[in-house]
Every structure is written in C-alpha cells, then in structure tokens.
C-alpha cells in the first residue's frame, strides 16, 4: 500500500507523506520515519531515533519504525546540524542510514553527499557529483545522446531511489545547460566529461545530504591511493530498495597504468594517455563490465584530511576483469580544472565552493 502511494507521490513531485497517510502495525502503532517518532534520546538538545528493531517494526519499512500514535511527531526531529561545511566535507556518522541486512558494497545515507543521480524523461541514466549548488560534473557518454539539456534532471540527496522515507528529502532540478567537452571521443575514449548546469534561480540548497565535493589541484598526485567510487545501478531500479554502490578501489601512479593497459584488451590504443586513471581493486567487490556504471565518480580524500574528499575521475569503463584483480580507466578530473573554471566563470557563477 505505503508503495503505491510513494509511486504516486514520486510522480506528483518531491512531496513528502503527511501524518494521516501512515500505515497501521500493530494495535494504537503506526509506520513512520525514524525522526517522525518520539522514541529515542535527547543528548544536548539533539535528538537521536530510536533505530534499534523489535518484531512489529518488521511490519514497516526498513526505514520505519512501528511507534505508538501518541509519540508520532507532526514535524520530524531533524538534526540541527550546520549545513554548509567545506566541500568534501560530511557529517556525523550516527546519522547515516543502513539499510537491514546491510552489505559492506552500499553507501550509507549522506556517506557521499554529493553523489547526484541523473535522470534523462524518468530513465536513471547515471550518476555524477555536485561541485556547487548549481553545478554538477558526470561523463560525457551518459549525456551525449540527450539533445536537449531541458530533459535531463539531476537529484542531489537521493539515498534509496524506491521510496521518500530518508531523514532528510532528496532534491530534485531540471537541467539548464548541458556542456560537452567539446573534444570528447568515444573511440578513443578521451575527455569523457559534462557539465550540467541548473537554474541560477533554483540551486540546491545545501544540508547534511547534500554537500559539494572538491575539485582536485592541478597537482594532484595517485600514488596507490586509496580511494572511493559510489553510485546507483541502473540494472537495481524497478527494485524495491534502490542503494547505492560503494566500493574501495586503488589508484595507479601514470607509469603503473601505462603497463597495466598496455596488457589489457583495450592494447596500445589506450597505452600512453595521460587523460586517464587507471583504479583497481578486488574483483569480487566490483561489477566488471557494467556499461551501465559510467560516470560514477572516484572520490579519493584531501591529503592531510582523512574524511575530506575530492574528485579525483569519473568512471570511463572497465578494462580488465579477467583475474581476482580488476582495472577501471577513469577521466583524470585534474587536468580538466581550467575548462571547468572557465565554464562556470563565463556564467558568473561560484567556483570557490570546490576549491580546496
Ligand atoms: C580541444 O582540442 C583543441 C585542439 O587540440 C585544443 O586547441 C583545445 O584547447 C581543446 N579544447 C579544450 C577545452 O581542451
Ligand atoms: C610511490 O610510493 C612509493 C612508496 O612510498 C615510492 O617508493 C614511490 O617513489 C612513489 N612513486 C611516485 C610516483 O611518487
Ligand atoms: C589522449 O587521447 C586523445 C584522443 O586521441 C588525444 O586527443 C589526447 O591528446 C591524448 N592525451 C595525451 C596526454 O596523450
């Protein structure tokens, strides 16, 4: 039933369920969101949601909890946390959600904040990453064959794409420019990257969910780094939990990426290209050969910050999967910095927020 009228409300716009609609679980108890119900603590003011599990919360969502009506609160507890923290940056982790039998490859609820799911008509396309309130970076591949940017719509704060139950709405805008870089090929794949550009009028607006990440310096350096990719399936949506991905991978130094590509499948085409990162990890972690991962951003952290994050690439395809080890060829956002400046300066708009 609370699936049907979520489907409902998700093509009337981004409205969020009101009181009255909550579904019954037991005797005088109803559904509701975590930070919808008065049971939990208040620790300095701040209020933490019961989200322990008993036998009746089974009857409701994962992201429910079965509470009593009296304790059913009209507004939700939300957490007065400051919404704007540098880029890169995130919140507390008592805040993020799991979902129930929670698997090591999902993000959690605002782990990427600027994780922006792209959706050409009401097709996901891909995922890309928000870099200011009106400005967000994916491949060029996963936009390319949308002629005009009005139809392309980018969601910031999405976590589970089934349902409108997070602590904290997504946000959703429509597309006002959508900018190719201009010397983008797809064979060779080189300068795999857009832009996508929403109404000066209407920028997200920022909060625990939705944050930008930085852009890196010019001399950024990958040495074996550790790093992140995250991002939705396109193959999970039609399901009934919709999460995203998140996997630890490695990035390559140049000369390593070199020989590795050298040996690959895609051979010497791609041997000596410096546009392009080379990542890789344990295969069993990772979805080799998913065309439909494309434009999932590599997010690898500031150094001198442990939990500060910046773009490092956006994935291009994999290339290698044969073997426990697989390898996945990214855009080296870096050496895109100056297009993307110039771009977003043209317009008058803010690029200090990705700037380190
Ligand atoms: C595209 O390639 C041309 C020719 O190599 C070059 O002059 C131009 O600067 C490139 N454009 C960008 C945005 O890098
Ligand atoms: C990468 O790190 C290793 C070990 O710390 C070091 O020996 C090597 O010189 C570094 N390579 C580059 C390109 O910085
Ligand atoms: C990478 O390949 C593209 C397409 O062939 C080419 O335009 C670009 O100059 C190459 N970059 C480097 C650093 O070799």
């Not at 979805?287 to 690898?300: E, R």
């Not at 426990?324 to 993307?340: A, D, E, S």
Request: net charge neutral.
């Amino acid at each position: 039933m609370w699936f049907v009228y979520i489907v409902v409300l998700y093509l009337l716009g981004s409205l969020r369920p009101s009181i009255s609609v909550f579904q019954n679980c037991a005797p005088e108890k109803q559904c509701v969101p975590y930070e919808q119900c008065n049971e939990g603590l208040t620790v300095d003011g701040k209020f933490y949601p019961d989200r322990s599990r008993t036998t009746l919360d089974g009857n409701c969502h994962y992201m429910e909890k079965c509470c009593n009506i009296q304790d059913i609160l009209s507004t939700p507890g939300l957490p007065q946390e400051a919404a704007n923290c540098p880029c890169g940056g995130r919140h507390d982790l008592w805040y993020y959600l799991r979902p129930l039998g929670y698997k090591q490859q999902e993000a959690k609820f605002g782990e990427f904040p600027w994780l922006v799911a792209v959706y050409g008509a009401d097709t996901y396309l891909c995922s890309g990453a928000l870099i200011t309130p009106l400005a967000v970076i994916t491949t060029a591949h996963c936009v390319q064959n949308v002629q005009e940017a009005g139809k392309l719509r980018v969601v910031a704060g999405e976590w589970d794409a089934a349902v409108e139950l997070e602590p904290q709405p997504h946000q959703a805008r429509s597309v006002v420019e959508s900018l190719v870089h201009p010397n983008y090929t797809q064979m060779p794949m080189a300068n795999n990257m857009a832009i996508l550009l929403v109404d000066k009028d209407k920028p997200f607006q920022l909060a625990p969910n939705v944050q930008p990440i930085c852009l890196p310096p010019p001399q950024m350096a990958y040495n074996y780094s550790q790093c992140y990719v995250s991002g939705w399936q396109r193959g999970d949506f039609g399901a009934s939990a919709i999460l995203p991905k998140r996997w630890t991978l490695y990035v390559l130094p140049p000369d390593q990426c070199r020989t590795k590509l050298r040996l690959s499948f895609l051979g010497r085409r791609h041997a000596h290209n410096d546009s392009l990162l080379c990542a890789g990890g344990d295969k069993g972690d990772f979805v080799c050969g998913d065309v439909d991962m494309t434009g999932v951003p590599l997010m690898c952290p500031l150094s001198g910050h442990d939990d500060r994050f910046h773009l490092a690439g956006l994935l291009t395809r994999t290339a290698r999967c044969d073997g426990p080890q697989f390898l996945g060829i990214y855009t080296n956002v870096k050496l895109y910095r100056q297009w993307i400046d110039l771009k977003l300066r043209e317009r008058d708009l803010d690029i200090r927020q990705y700037m380190v």
